[in-house]
């Protein structure tokens, strides 16, 4: 029989049969600080006050979270806490986003950026395009590699630095095996023409690549607008809708990173190694909070604003790809008709 809703005194009876031990109070708390979600609230009888009323979803939230308050770290305190241990619930049921999880990642992208543009900053504060960019670089002779140029010329300007490119981040994602599969239109075509994505090294990353990342490194797609301005637009207009029915996808390419880290440190002699770059690959909250400080992390960006950031960005990307897959779909047959058209030789008369 389908599960039904609950009072918050049956939620805390089931949640002490399964040994965790949990007050009505410490709900209510857990409710006002953003970990559980507001019920409806249900009378319960005349004269007996009013009762939150649960779903089966918010019972399974109120169990992982109050398991994962049981975790604790090499000194005996809880192991997670705060943002951190909110975003970890929201990427179990995907709830949250626009409650808290979102202006956290605005926080982390807003430090982030600033992190990234400092090496010239500071040589360019009145007017920053790429002209006055790339002469900084050149006068102070800064040693700023392809990546960084290919992100502070998009960030700023919407088109690369002289010399920037992406390709080794590229490189390392079709290394790791992360390429394979993300874009349906990539599918599409592959099916059209014949080539089976699933096949070696995976058409479909090299599809992405002559799609997306060489048109951007060489600045054929470059447009007047900064990069770091539309992606701060687009987790502004992410709504909790989209951003949950998104989140498997950020799930997937969690489990292929896991994926490859569990076989490389097979072959690497290393089994066991921890494999999951949600927790930085075995980190405690704490641990990385110290080294996030000793490190001196780009512009003080905490653990949780890295990870909310890094989840923000999966959603807006596959948003993005949604929305162009969607396009792609419902023009495909036209697209290859003119193709057709303009390709297959016509028969004389």
Known sequence: MKEQPATTGEIVARLARIGLTVSATQIDNDTRDGFLPERTAK????????????????????ERLYRLRKIRDPDGEPALSGDVLRILLYIGDGWGWSDRLRDTALRGHEKSVGATLAPVAKYTKVYRDNNNISAALDEHELDIGPVEKHAIGMLENGEPLSGGTLRPLYDAAKHAGMLRGLSPIAASLASVIGIDPSEGESFVADFLYTLLVHRLDDGTESSSA??????????????????????????????????????????EGRPGFPTNPITMFGRRQRQLEREFRENRAPRRITPAQSLALFIAISIVADRMLDKLSAYADKNLAFFMSVLQTVLVPKKSP
């Open 43 to 62: 009378a319960v009888g005349s004269g007996r006050g009013r009762s939150g009323q649960w779903e089966p979803w918010m019972f399974r939230r109120a």
């Open 226 to 267: 900064g990069l770091a301005s539309l992606i701060r637009s687009q987790i502004l207009s992410t709504s909790e809708d989209d951003a949950r029915r998104l989140l498997p996808t950020f799930r997937r390419f969690v489990r292929d990173v896991r994926g490859f880290v569990h076989r490389s440190a097979i072959v």
